[in-house]
């Protein structure tokens, strides 16, 4: 394939998706009900993942070879555990187009570009991509069409990148009906990492205290959750590969903004021991206000109880992080 111009609202002759879990089978979705590629191309190494994409019907080929799967391939995501990104990058840089665009998913960028970017050709587009938008759910059935609609995808493209190829994946993703921002990728490692890293982290660490208690049984933990514990649950049941990577691969901006509220959960807790009710009241207003200003972006509903249905209505609408 000799590289061509293209135009930024023109589908893409054939996309890879190099991991088909919620996000990848989410895109796969998107993309066919959009009309936004002609082919889509599946890849997973376990056969398993693959027969069960196979019978969702997400794409129209499915393969566990990476490499073989990028041949010809004018957009390719990647879409595996950050973890994997590296191993993936050597396997298929060999066989990228020129003229490909490459992007992915992960929720990291700093380590993106530091790993994948020496091992992209020249002449491929390289332009590391964070849709963030996701449920606690995995796997090729988790997936949904309507994930991304209005959420934001960060785009993190170096300052030399092809002003067409950006463009053309900003159509994509807002095709799918994401916002789109670009953003370099230190700062966006550091917005993430306190809008999204800390509070799982301190959710994985909440279901884990009470888990441990002895003075506590399981039983008693799991039949009277309160509303503040089960939403921990939730984001505590996101993957734990995932997540994983995520924390190993942003560690420092996660350290530096772990750092910040630990100092902050101090003060908190010198608020309770003294029984500054005042402190605690004026912080608790301040917070509350940061609900409303999400409400406002479009960002959460409005809905009593995060939108669980009410009056026996089936729940089956997966929610979005």
Known sequence: MSEQPFRSEQPFRRMVLIGIGLVGSSIA????????????????RQQATLDEARALNLADEYLS?????????DLVILCTPVGAFEAVAKAIAPHLEPGAILTDVGSVKGHVHRVVGPLVPKGVHFIPGHPMAGTEHSGPSAGFAELFENRWCILTPTDDQDRDAVERLTWFWKSMGSKVDLMEHEHHDLVVAITSHVPHLVAYNIVGTADDLATVSKSEVIQFSAGGFRDFTR??????????????????????????????????????????GPALEALFTRTRAIRRSIIDAGQETAAPDFGRPHGGEPDDQPKSE
């Not at 979705?29 to 997973?44: D, H, T």
């Not at 070879?65 to 391939?73: F, L, P, R, T």
């Not at 003060?267 to 021991?273: C, E, F, N, S």
């Open 235 to 276: 984001i505590a049941a996101s993957d734990p590969v995932m997540w994983r990577d995520v924390f190993l691969t942003n560690r420092e901006a996660v350290l530096e903004m772990l750092g910040r509220f630990l100092e902050d959960l101090s003060m908190l807790q010198r608020y309770v021991r003294n029984g500054d």
């Open 29 to 44: 979705l998107a993309a066919r009900k959009q009309g936004l590629a002609a082919e889509v191309v599946a890849v997973a």
């Open 65 to 73: 070879d990476a490499a073989e799967s990028v041949k010809g391939a």
